[in-house]
């Protein structure tokens, strides 16, 4: 692929006014070490690659950019060219967030059209924590059936495991739908044990 066509800057122009609806299509970038950083819109990473701030990682094959006389690869993940230091600030423990953390869905059974709590995997009287390790989403079904006791004592298989979120869950929970060229960057930390 050629990073050059990027530097022609007044094509770049000319395709923005002409696909101003669909540059505002995301785009994931990445941080210079390949960490998953934010997203951004079509047109936000078309300037960073024409300036030389960034590379293309992964471009979508089924779009392409036009101007007058060129074609322009659809950026899908880009880099940055320099590492970017970030502060992230962490996410606070509530149990709206651990119900979006975990999609909104029993991490028992996997369904999510039934009322939902939040449950203490080692029970709170004895002795688990309100920590982020130790909550997770349950149907009130699951939460009765599991009662006072550990999910390996009631015999019940966790889907996945509670772990304490960070910016890469908003970045997911941000898009309707996520990109297949996303996915190795946004699931590489996590376990995904989900039954065939
Ligand atoms: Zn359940």
Redesign the pocket.
Known sequence: MNEHFYEDEEYAFESRKKNSGRLNARVLVLNQSYEALSICSVKKALTLLFLGKAEMTSFDNRKVIRSISREFPWPSVIRLKKYVSVPYKQVILTRRNVLKRDGYK??????GD?PLTVDHIIPKARGGMDTWENLIC??T???NKKGNRTPHEADMKMLHKAYEPNHIMFIKNSVSKIDENWKPYLFVNEITDYPQ
């Open positions: 029993c991490v028992y059974c996997g369904r039934l349950a149907c079904k699951c939460n």
